[in-house]
């Protein structure tokens, strides 16, 4: 299906087409530091499908557990991660975050890897309280703190 997105500043714009069913959870530790969260939620792209439409993306080369150099991309003004993909030329596969695909409500993830390194309470998140919005206080912070 053809999708598209960017990041939270708008510098950034693509376009893609990727397959729902690809869609997987990644635990491993690089993407908890990348991300900055628990885990990370990603749709690798139909190769040779992804079109960068605005902005330049700043690229971090990241060495993987297997000594493989990946290029990770960011916006460069507002950090907002983009993709992962392999070193080399086009046509090759981008391996979008989740969170950046305008269409992300039609995606669920099918698979999770590297769950040796998940966080212990991910499976139970559901029992976690939940409120709807922003409360007005949040657990240890000050008045509005947002995320
Ligand atoms: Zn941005
Ligand atoms: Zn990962």
Same mark, same amino acid.
């Given at each position: 299906?053809?999708?598209? %997105?960017?990041?939270?500043?708008?510098?950034? @714009?693509?376009? &893609? =087409? &990727?397959? $729902?069913?690809? /869609?997987?959870?990644?635990?491993?530790?690089?993407?908890?530091?990348?991300?900055?969260? &628990?885990?990370?939620?990603? #749709?690798?792209?139909?190769?040779?499908?992804?079109?960068?439409?605005?902005?330049?993306?700043?690229?971090?080369?990241?060495? &993987?557990?297997?000594?493989?150099?990946?290029?990770?991309?960011?916006?460069?003004?507002?950090?907002?991660?983009?993709?992962?993909?392999? *070193? %080399? =030329?086009?046509?090759? *596969?981008?391996?979008?975050?989740?969170?950046? *695909?305008?269409?992300?409500?039609?995606? /669920? $993830?099918?698979?999770?890897? +590297?769950?040796?390194?998940?966080?212990? +309470? *991910?499976?139970? #998140?559901?029992?976690?309280?939940?409120?709807?919005?922003?409360?007005?206080? /949040?657990?240890?912070? @000050?008045?509005?703190?947002? $995320?």
């Amino acid at each position: 299906m053809k999708i598209d %997105g960017g990041c939270h500043c708008g510098y950034i @714009a693509y376009e &893609a =087409e &990727a397959d $729902p069913a690809k /869609t997987y959870i990644c635990h491993c530790t690089d993407c908890q530091t990348l991300s900055g969260s &628990a885990f990370r939620t990603v #749709i690798p792209t139909r190769e040779g499908s992804f079109r960068l439409r605005s902005g330049e993306l700043k690229i971090y080369l990241k060495t &993987a557990e297997s000594g493989a150099a990946r290029p990770q991309s960011f916006c460069p003004n507002c950090g907002t991660p983009i993709y992962s993909t392999t *070193v %080399g =030329e086009d046509p090759k *596969v981008y391996v979008l975050r989740l969170g950046t *695909v305008r269409q992300r409500g039609q995606f /669920t $993830p099918k698979l999770q890897l +590297w769950s040796r390194s998940a966080q212990h +309470w *991910v499976n139970d #998140i559901s029992s976690v309280p939940r409120i709807e919005k922003q409360p007005a206080f /949040t657990p240890g912070g @000050a008045v509005g703190d947002k $995320p």
